[in-house]
C-alpha cells in the first residue's frame, strides 16, 4: 500500500495575513510559514495506517518554491518516509486549475494506491484542486471525510453533512480529503527529527513533468481590506436585559 499525502505550506494562521495590493496575492515574504494543519491532519491518518501496517510507504507531495523543503522535512520528522517537492520559478503565482494539473503529472510518476489531502487550504480556501487532480487522473474523489477507513481495494469514511452523516466509498485508487473532524497531528519527536535528515526528497521541475510553462488562467483583479471590527453594543442588566438582548437577536437574525 502506497499512500502520497498532498501538504501545503502557508503562512501561519496565528498571525495577520495581508494581500498584496498590486497583485492579490497573499504576502508570504517575512510571515512564519507552517504546515498547513489540515495537511497534517491527513497525513495522521495515513500515519496511523501505517502503524497498523508496517509494509504502508507514506510520501508526501508538495509544490512550491525553496522554502516549501521545510514542510516536507517536517512531514518526514513526522514519520513519512520520504517526499517529492516540485520546484519551478515558472510556477510562481500559480492558480487552481494550474495546481491540480501540475500535482496530477507528479502523482503519475508515484503509483499511488491513495492520495490524501485536506478539503481546503487555510490560505486559499479555494477546496477544488482535490476534485481538479482527480478529474485529471481519472480517478474517484471521496471529499471532506470525518473519518477513514482502508479496507482490501476500497476506501470508505463518513462525511458529516447538514442534516446527518453520509457513508461513502470508492475502489482505490483513489482521492481523498479529510476534514478538521479528523484527529490531530502527532508531534515529531527526537528520533523523528533525526531520521527525518536522511529521509529521500525529490526535487521535480516542470521539464521532469513534461508540463508547459504556460502562466495562470485567472488574475486578481481587485481586492479590498476587510472593515476594522467596531465595538459592539453593551447592555447593562437594569432589569430589562434578557428583552434587549431577545430584541438584538432578532433584529440581527441570530435566532
Known amino acids: ?93 500559480a492558480d487552481i486549475a494550474r495546481t491540480a494539473a501540475v500535482l496530477a503529472a507528479a502523482l503519475r510518476t508515484t503509483d499511488a494506491d491513495v492520495i490524501l489531502a485536506g478539503n481546503e487550504s487555510t490560505d486559499g480556501r479555494g477546496g477544488m484542486v482535490p476534485a481538479m487532480m482527480a478529474e485529471y487522473l481519472g480517478l474517484p474523489l471521496v471529499g471532506s471525510l470525518a473519518a477513514v477507513a482502508l479496507e482490501t481495494g476500497k476506501i ?41 535528515k536522511r529521509k529521500p526528497v525529490t526535487t521535480l521541475t516542470l521539464a521532469d513533468l513534461d508540463v508547459p510553462a504556460t502562466p495562470a488562467q485567472t488574475v486578481v483583479l481587485n481586492s479590498s481590506e476587510r472593515p476594522a471590527r467596531v465595538a459592539g453594543r453593551k447592555i447593562v442588566d437594569d432589569g430589562t436585559a434578557g428583552t434587549l438582548l431577545a430584541d438584538y437577536l432578532i433584529e440581527n437574525r441570530l435566532v
Open 156 to 196: 470508505s469514511g463518513e462525511r458529516q453533512g447538514e442534516h446527518g452523516t453520509l457513508t461513502v466509498s470508492a475502489a482505490l485508487p483513489a482521492v481523498v480529503t479529510v476534514t478538521e473532524r479528523t484527529a490531530e497531528a502527532r508531534f515529531p519527536n527526537f528520533k523523528g527529527i533525526l531520521t527525518a
Open 1 to 93: 500500500m502506497k499512500i502520497v499525502v498532498l501538504i501545503k505550506q502557508v503562512p501561519d494562521t496565528a498571525e495577520e495575513r495581508t494581500l498584496d495590493r498590486a497583485t492579490g496575492r497573499l504576502v508570504r515574504d517575512g510571515a512564519a510559514n507552517i504546515v498547513d494543519e489540515i495537511n497534517e491532519r491527513a497525513l495522521e491518518v495515513a500515519l496511523r495506517i501505517k502503524d497498523a501496517d508496517k509494509a504502508t510507504e507514506v510520501v508526501v507531495l508538495t509544490m512550491g518554491p525553496d522554502e516549501a523543503a521545510k514542510a516536507v522535512r517536517k512531514a518526514l520528522s513526522m514519520g513519512a518516509d520520504a517526499g517529492i517537492h516540485v520546484l519551478d520559478d515558472a510556477l510562481a503565482g
